[in-house]
Structure formats: C-alpha cells, structure tokens
C-alpha cells in the first residue's frame, strides 16, 4: 500500500541512501548528455552564452537535468529526448507534474522517470515517454494529484 506522499521511486528502494547511491550510479552509466552534446537544442541571440541557456531550461521545469558530481556538470537524462535527438514538446508538461522541490540536483524526478511504475505494469515511465507522453502524463497526475488545471 502507498503512503502518503511516498512515489513508486521510493517504494522501489530508490529512496533508500545506499539502493539511491547504486541506483545513481546505474543511471550515469547510460552516458546521458551534457551541455556540450546538446549546443544543438538550443540558439543563442544577443550574446547569450550556451550555459545561461541550459540553466534558465532548467529551471523554466523545459529540460530535466541531473548533476554528476564526478563530471562537475548536469546531464541530461535520454527518456527527454527523441531518435533524431529533438526534445519531446510534452517535457515541460511532464515536468511541471513531477515535484521539484528541493530537487535541484533532478535526481528525485530521475529516480521517478526510471523506476517501475505499477500503473505501467512494471515498466518505468522513461521507457514508455518517446512512445506514448500521454499515458506517462496521466500517470503523473494520477500519482501527484495534479489538478487538471496545472501544466496543461
């Protein structure tokens, strides 16, 4: 039965401090991008540098990052992304969902993304994101009560 306020990341161990650290360590092994893979997403006018960019994605809840520690740099985890490397128009949707509070680093949403869901019979939202950002996003608002109203 879930708590109250407990994601299926936590229930999946996730949240546990030595499951969270192997769990990590498994995602960064999936070489997701950094900034310097991604200069292509974006254009910059005015002198704006590449960055500055990424940074206001970010926290304008456009682009999910994680901080690697051992990279000193934000990745950015591939579920966001589609074959031709173009980020999926529902992202931002997904991410006002996803509570970010306290998450800075992203790796709650990560843990989240990448965890199985019972509602997607075992698999993990990020494997179903490409293929069908509806269904991801109605088990977003299912989980997070998100009011119809919000990031739609």
Wanted: glycine content about 10%; hydrophobic content about 40%.
């Amino acid at each position: 039965m879930k708590a109250a306020g407990e994601s299926s990341a936590q229930r999946s161990g996730a949240g546990a401090p030595g499951t969270s650290f192997g769990f990590r360590e498994r995602l960064l092994a999936n070489n997701w991008p950094d900034e310097s893979s991604l200069l292509n997403l974006v254009q910059t006018s005015h002198g704006a540098d590449a960055k500055s960019v990424f940074i206001l994605m970010r926290s304008g809840g456009v682009l999910l990052g994680v901080w690697s520690a051992r990279r000193e740099c934000f990745l950015y985890p591939d579920f966001q992304f589609d074959d031709d490397g173009r980020l999926i128009p529902e992202v931002s949707l997904l991410l006002r969902m996803l509570p970010a509070e306290g998450d800075d680093a992203g790796w709650r949403r990560a843990f989240w993304l990448y965890s199985p869901h019972a509602l997607l019979d075992g698999r993990a939202p990020s494997s179903i994101f490409a293929l069908d950002p509806q269904k991801i996003l109605e088990v977003a608002k299912a989980e997070f009560n998100v009011s119809s109203d919000e990031g739609w």
